[in-house]
């Protein structure tokens, strides 16, 4: 079992023992570009095997078998989606900020790259081991605000623009709740480092000590991530697809990747902070466990996707600022409180 | 309790999600049609006694047939056409029909590529499918 849980890391060290000096800068370049190349391989992977599985989930839940005739039952969907997104126009509005218009979806999918380079996948796995790694990964995921904006003010639409604005109103007024939920860990630890959090839960996963700030970051996670019944952004009844009416053909295929690369990050974090991580009972590696636990809060959202109708716009922000954020301040007013009382009974 | 109705949902939706499918994979598989079902037509032309009553009972004209005596004095049917673009499939025809000869049928792969396929001559169809009714 040992072999199997740090066969990469091993792989990893046979790598780097090409090398004349284990630890030089070119041993340290080239492993730096394989975790990006694998980072990458995981967003796009991910991808792929999420948008059939959203299609399978919504079959599925609706007494459907969802897409089956590629393939055995289907399996093999995306890959027709993706040649026939590749086949499409590439189509720039007329009156459109054509650089702004193109840069917006880049931004998109390279954002789960950034986010999901920091987060340990198994034991001293974590492509970029960060000490601030929470604060990080909250940080860059934020960023996907501005793309929001800029595809929504490129493309010289109104319903895009409306949504833009929806997406900034929802995103930053969630980005609270869901940065408040995550201290109360952080606290526990004393540490942002993703690494020390997983180590922490050897014996106890965070979801047992903070089930209240697991529940909030599910719900502001699904909020951040614009899926329903959160999808304001992009309700079609609304504002047609807001921000990606314009897009066309790959660009606009790079924002579904960009989304459920997204989803990928937000799911691995909420495995990471309150699921324990990569650890878990030997029978699995510890990578094993951990997509295990990725692949089950990622399919909890897409049953809640398929479940809940769209949520009112006030009823959103309500949500937000009068429950989720009064309640976050309470988790971690309770946390300390916790925390004081552990200490003065066991006089750390 | 505040969120039940969410639970409640879930639940639902759980269960339906491991359940049963309720489609029906149509090329391959034939669908169990519901015996209301009304969607072809059927002509035994040994039956038909050519009175026409089909073709006055249709509110939409479809029904076109024409006869000729034989050595006995008796109508025989000599052609009988449908213009079922314009058939309702409401079964007055069949209603009216003294013999029985026209009979509301379930057959359902009834799409054709041009228009003028559904010009359907009825003594023909009946012949090739083999079967009456």
Redesign the interface.
């Known amino acids: 079992m040992d072999a199997l849980n740090n066969v990469f890391v091993n792989i990893a060290y046979a790598i780097r023992g090409l090398f004349a000096d284990p630890q030089s800068v070119w041993a340290n370049l080239v492993m730096s570009v394989i975790n990006f190349i694998i980072v990458v391989v995981i967003v796009v992977l991910a991808a792929l095997i999420l948008i059939l599985l959203e299609r399978k989930?919504a079959?599925?839940?609706?007494?459907?078998?969802g897409p089956?005739r590629l393939g055995p039952r289907g399996w093999f969907q995306t890959i027709a989606d993706a040649l026939k997104l590749m086949g499409k126009e590439d189509i720039t509005p007329a009156g459109a900020d054509k650089f702004i218009f193109k840069v917006a979806p880049m931004i998109i999918f390279s954002l789960p790259m950034m986010t999901l380079a920091v987060i340990p996948y198994g034991s001293g796995m974590a492509p970029i081991d960060l000490d601030l790694g929470i604060f990080y990964f909250l940080a860059i995921s934020a960023i996907s605000t501005v793309a929001f904006v800029m595809a929504g003010w490129g493309s010289n639409n109104k319903y895009s623009l409306l949504g833009g604005m929806r997406a900034v109103a929802q995103m930053i007024s969630y980005e609270i709740p869901l940065l408040f939920s995550l201290l109360g860990v952080v606290m526990i630890t004393q540490s942002f480092n993703l690494g020390v959090i997983v180590q922490d839960q050897k014996n106890i996963p965070f979801i047992l000590i903070q089930p209240l700030a697991f529940v909030i970051y599910i719900i502001a996670g699904m909020a951040e991530l614009n899926r329903a019944p959160f999808d304001l952004v992009e309700a079609d009844q609304e504002v047609v697809a807001g921000p990606f009416t314009e897009y066309s053909g790959l660009r606009w295929g790079l924002f579904f990747l960009g989304e459920y690369g997204n989803m990928t990050a937000v799911s691995a974090l909420a495995a990471t902070v309150f699921l324990g991580g990569w650890q878990g009972p030997g029978f699995f590696p510890g990578w094993v466990w951990f997509w295990m636990k990725v692949g089950v809060i990622i399919f909890f959202i897409m049953?809640?996707r398929?479940?809940?109708p769209r949520i009112r716009i006030d009823h959103l922000m309500h949500l937000a600022w009068k429950v989720l954020l009064p309640l976050s301040i309470l988790n971690i007013f309770l946390t300390g409180l916790g925390i004081y009382i552990y200490r003065l009974v066991m006089g750390g | 309790m505040f969120g039940k109705g969410l639970l409640t949902g879930l639940g639902i939706t759980f269960k339906r999600m491991v359940g049963p499918n309720i489609t029906e994979f149509y090329p391959e598989q034939k669908p169990n049609l519901p015996t209301r079902v009304r969607s072809s037509m059927g002509l035994d032309r040994s039956k038909c006694i050519s009175c026409n009553m089909c073709a006055m009972a249709c509110p939409n004209g479809v029904i076109k047939l024409t006869s000729e005596k034989d050595e006995n004095n008796k109508k025989v049917l000599k052609s009988y056409h449908m213009d079922v673009g314009r058939c309702l499939f409401c079964g007055m025809c069949a209603e009216v029909c003294p013999t029985k000869a026209l009979t509301v049928t379930q057959e359902y792969e009834n799409s054709v590529y041009e228009p003028g396929d559904m010009q359907w001559d009825m003594i023909k169809r009946a012949e090739r499918k083999g079967k009456v009714g």
């Open positions: 989930v079959g599925w839940t609706s007494q459907r078998p089956n049953w809640a398929w479940t809940f």
